[in-house]
């Protein structure tokens, strides 16, 4: 599904070249279930914001569904994004004036979905997270658990095959992390969406079934179990 081989990401700060992710080379399989950790300035959220396609690697081949994205136009780039990778940050990033069922529609706002199908599949999303009885509510109206529900129904209403889960529990309490943790791992087990969950937190990485360790921009250890 993704794969990525001998990749790196170096960032010029001033006259200083950084190298945050170092000869990373990693490959996720359709269905997969997998956790990324490691200390802060480890390359983490590197390696999630070039597997989501929202960066570039310096050097080495990244491949998303079969598809070398290094030379595709950015363009390209959003429509491949935006088809394959659903997205779930610990921050929520919804749009503080805009109801729950809009905030979900975004991503077909950009596919072209007309305005009645859209709406159709927000609402099944709310639904399946548990929400359909908050359509018309904005973020600011509802707890963390509740936004971060609708983060993970905006990730799923465009059927991604990909999910990106960065620190998805980071701002809740424990109820609620469970809460969202398992409406992740049920996406991956019911729909056969592949998981990457970038976390600090090794009882939540313990849940998945492979994890990679990473220091220092690179793979220190990747295992199963």
């Known amino acids: ?11 010029r700060l001033e006259d200083v070249e950084v190298t945050a992710l170092d000869r990373v080379s990693l490959r996720i399989e359709s269905g997969e279930y997998l956790a990324v950790i490691g200390p802060s300035g480890s390359g ?20 998303v569904d079969g598809r070398d994205v290094a030379g595709m136009p950015d363009a ?5 994004r ?18 729950a069922v809009d905030n979900v529609a975004l991503p077909l706002i950009y596919r072209g979905v007309p305005a009645r199908e859209r709406r159709d599949r927000s609402v099944a999303a709310l639904q399946a997270v548990g929400l359909g009885h908050r359509l018309g509510h904005r973020p600011t109206q509802l707890s963390g658990g509740e936004q971060q529900r609708i983060a993970i129904a905006r990730a799923l209403v465009g059927e991604p095959r990909v999910l990106l889960a960065d620190e998805p529990t980071g701002n809740l309490d424990s109820r609620n992390g469970a809460e969202v943790m398992g409406l992740v791992e049920a996406l991956n087990a019911e729909r056969g ?9 090794r009882e939540i990485a313990g849940r998945a079934r492979r994890r990679i360790l990473m220091r220092d921009g690179r793979i220190e250890s990747d295992g199963t179990g």
Do not use: W
């Not at 599904?1 to 960032?11: G, I, K, N, P």
């Not at 983490?44 to 491949?63: A, I, N, V």
């Open 44 to 63: 983490k959220s590197t390696l999630m914001h070039l597997l989501g396609l929202l960066d570039r690697p310096t050097s080495g081949l990244l491949r």
């Open 76 to 80: 390209q780039l959003a429509g491949l």
């Open 82 to 99: 935006n088809a394959t990778i659903g997205f779930v940050f610990q921050s929520f990033h919804l749009l503080a004036r805009t109801s």
């Open 193 to 201: 969406v592949a998981v990457v969950l970038v976390t600090h937190d």
């Open 1 to 11: 599904m993704v794969e990525a081989v001998e990749v790196s990401r170096s960032y």
